[in-house]
């Protein structure tokens, strides 16, 4: 019975391939006592993964041994989600709300440096904001005509996204004050026609019904007109708005538009004086007709249909700056800020009660982060009696009156984000953290004591000073660790693309071997149950290509990225890993839904997904499944180590098997699901795969995702490029073959009868 610890059986040493065959093989933490083996989950001495090293590339096996389970079911939440407030992730992503700038709020352009205290610098190069704003109208869809009026717009004083209709010396515009403080727009038109405009995409593909919500006042009785156009004038819906008056009014319009209008053509939506007028503007919103509680339909389908488990929010580095109470309470009331950590501006359309409302429509349990960089324990608690408090206590009082009196029961919540980073807004020492993570969970506990805590753990390839700190100033109060392995690093163009993509394979297994000696390190620390939640994770390289580099450019257009087919594999190495650390690993809060990292992306209305999007969407369905015995034998792919961060954890060599294989029972225990991703990089992979101690049905479902390249994706011209495709595959006594393209994940489906 082979006992070696996870990263000795994972990485396979250089010598392996001077030998015939080598066994390695996967082991559990200490489980308790022993169960029998043949009816219950194998205890710490058994394996879930035998690895036999082979000399032929171009085969391997698996053998499933059904009647052998190992370890606890599989959490149900493993494939979770992350969010939050970052470009367009919420804002142009998972909320509904149609426009840039709703709030006619000042842009606040982030340089990307950040101040002693993490505090971000803005943009004061006037040059360089035009620059930014003229990208914002090209991503919106504003003819390259219009884009220059925007930027002059905005150098006169209209908020950013929105544009002048009429010339400078007919339409004059100028900061002012909303109905509850905070920025407004003022337009003085000379003439008739004349006022602001906004191009945009809608998403007619789904819906040609809209709703227009408008918040405005006047210095005399004046009438305004809604209209939208397409790009050569022609009007579209046209509605002329009661008269505005010198108290605030808010009116709302729908419009539905022609069904033969095509479906992916910008349009243009203008606020228009009937003459000459002088009016200030709050609020201007529009939102399809079919949104669902404020958030866009098609990322809740796509989510909902990927069973989708659990969604953290609301950051992130966004987090650390962030007011909760800003974003609860009547939307016209709740201000808008500048978002601390990337710039922008948080218009709190997309708060609390837009969040719970996501999630239950969604399906997913809620998970939040709070602000541990300049928020405070008692804030903190505030907001867990908002959202778990009855009905009666000072924060379910306020959560009652503003429409939900049941409360909403979030028991997951992360005590701050990347706090070690010198980005972070209030970010801290080691010592420092432990000091405010017994203040926080102090707070928190007494406000709810039944939710479940997870400390900001640093990254465990480099974070074992503040982990250390973090474990041992108070094991009693360490329910769960997190850890952020954002890895890649700098990457050289002249540096060969399948070279990264090699090393990113074989990264979890560095992983593994990291996070087994952390477990150790908690249990000497006095922590009684070890636990640890990746609450962000991602393909995190990036192209380092100065401005007068001279040499080759391998790399422009191939490195494997997020959006690309290697996050979809490098993902399921994780999942895979989680099951052979189980039960350490309590889920993975993957980076992210839409528009960020990887998952979803959404541009010009539409949505679709990327390949990791599907790939998360095929292994769900281990969710609360057992996990049983398998043996694999196959050959060896090198890591070549061009990525820093891997080779400072690996050393000089290391090898990885060139297939990663789980199994489990299904949670009904009506199946067999077998999770294969092939690392190979050339030629296909001829694969045997059989299965004892079960009846096995006659045919298998065979879900396959694969790509030409690693850095291959779909984009909005293809949406369906990269997606699984199902076929059967004939079983003959518990047998099947397999041919299994590179850069390939294959989830087997198998109905059995037996234990």
């Known amino acids: 019975m082979c006992t070696e610890r996870l990263h000795i059986r994972s990485a396979i040493p250089a010598n392996a391939l001077q030998r015939s065959v080598i066994v390695f093989c996967l082991s559990f933490p200490a489980l308790g006592a022993e169960m029998p083996a043949e009816t219950r989950p194998m205890n710490a001495g058994q394996s879930l993964v035998q690895f036999t090293a082979t000399q032929d590339s171009s085969r391997a096996t698996v053998r499933v041994h059904a009647e052998r389970p190992v370890g606890p079911a599989v959490p149900k939440r493993l494939t979770g989600k992350f969010a939050e407030h970052l470009g367009a992730n919420i804002y142009g992503g998972m909320c509904a709300q149609i426009l840039v700038n709703p709030t006619f709020a000042e842009w606040w352009f982030h340089n990307g440096r950040h101040t002693p205290d993490g505090l971000p610098y803005f943009h004061d190069d006037l040059e360089r904001i035009s620059g930014l704003v003229r990208q914002l109208g090209e991503r919106r869809g504003y003819p390259e005509g219009d884009r220059e009026a925007l930027v002059q717009s905005h150098r006169d004083g209209l908020a950013a996204g929105w544009m002048r209709v009429g010339p ?29 405009a906004q191009w945009t995409w809608l998403p007619l593909h789904r819906t040609r019904r809209y709703e227009f919500e408008f918040l405005a006042r006047a210095t005399a009785e004046t009438q305004l007109t809604l209209r939208l156009s397409d790009e050569k004038g022609k009007v579209l819906a046209e509605h002329t708005l009661e008269p505005f008056g010198t108290e605030w009014r808010k009116q709302k319009r729908s419009f539905e538009l022609p069904a033969e209008l095509p479906a992916d053509r910008p349009c243009r939506l203008a606020l228009l004086a009937n003459g000459p007028a002088n009016f200030v503007v709050a609020r201007a919103l529009l939102w399809p007709a079919d949104q669902v509680d404020g958030s ?30 800003g974003g609860v309470g009547p939307v016209d009331d709740r201000p808008t800020y500048p978002n601390w950590a990337w710039g922008g501006l948080e218009p709190n359309l997309f708060g609390t009660h837009e969040f719970i409302a996501f999630c239950r429509a969604v399906g997913c349990e809620p998970m939040i982060c709070v602000n541990g960089g300049d928020g405070t324990p008692e804030e903190a608690a505030r907001w867990i009696e908002y959202c778990n408090g009855p009905a009666t206590s000072p924060m379910g009082a306020r959560r009652a009156a503003h429409g939900h009196p049941e409360p909403f029961n979030v028991k997951h919540w992360e005590v701050g984000n990347e706090l070690w980073g010198r980005w972070q807004v209030g970010w801290t020492t080691p010592e420092g953290y432990a000091d405010r993570h017994r203040r926080f969970v102090a707070a928190m506990r007494a406000a709810d004591p039944s939710i479940r805590l997870y400390a900001c753990g640093a990254p ?13 100033s108070a094991p009693d109060l360490i329910e769960c660790t997190t850890d952020h392995p954002l890895l890649g690093g700098q990457v050289k163009p002249d540096v060969e693309p399948l070279d990264v993509y090699r090393d990113f394979m074989a990264f979890p297994v560095t992983m593994e071997k990291l996070w087994s000696e952390m477990r150790d390190r908690m249990s000497a620390a006095g922590i009684q149950r070890p636990r640890m939640a990746i609450t962000e994770l991602q393909l995190f390289a990036h192209l380092d290509k100065p401005k007068d580099y001279k040499g080759p450019d391998r790399l422009s257009g191939k490195l494997v990225h997020p959006a690309s087919q290697a996050e979809a594999l490098y993902d399921v190495l994780y999942y895979h890993l989680a099951l052979r650390m189980a039960p350490f690993v309590e889920f993975i809060t993957h980076s992210a839904t839409v528009n960020h990292g990887g998952g979803l992306r959404k541009e010009r209305e539409r949505v679709y997904g990327n390949p990791c999007h599907h790939a998360q969407s095929l292994f769900s369905a281990f969710n609360g499944s057992q996990p049983v015995a398998i043996e694999i034998e196959a050959a060896t792919e090198r890591a070549p180590l061009v990525l820093s961060d891997l080779k400072k954890a690996a050393g000089e060599t290391l090898n990885v098997g060139a297939i990663d294989a789980v199994a489990a029972r299904s949670p009904d225990g009506q199946s067999l699901l077998i999770s294969i991703v ?78």
């Open 678 to 755: 092939n690392r190979k990089t050339a030629g296909a992979l001829n694969l045997s795969l059989s299965v004892s101690g079960a009846k096995t049905a006659a045919e298998a479902a065979v879900h396959t995702l694969t790509a030409e390249t690693p850095w291959s994706t779909n984009t909005l011209e293809s949406p369906e490029k990269i997606k699984p495709v199902v076929a059967k595959a004939v079983v003959r006594d518990g047998r099947l073959e397999l041919e299994i393209q590179p850069f390939s994940y294959v989830l087997v489906e198998l109905p059995v009868q037996g234990r």
């Open 168 to 196: 400078a010396d007919q339409v004059r515009v100028s900061p002012d004050v909303a109905h509850k403080g905070g920025r407004a727009q003022r337009i003085e038109t000379k003439g008739r026609d004349q006022g602001l």
């Open 460 to 472: 465990v390839h480099w974070g074992s000073a503040w982990n250390l700190a973090l474990f041992k």
């Open 296 to 325: 866009d339909p098609d990322v809740i389908r796509l989510l909902k249909e990927s069973r989708l488990p659990l969604l953290r929010w609301p950051g992130g580095n966004f987090v650390s700056g962030y007011r909760w109470e």
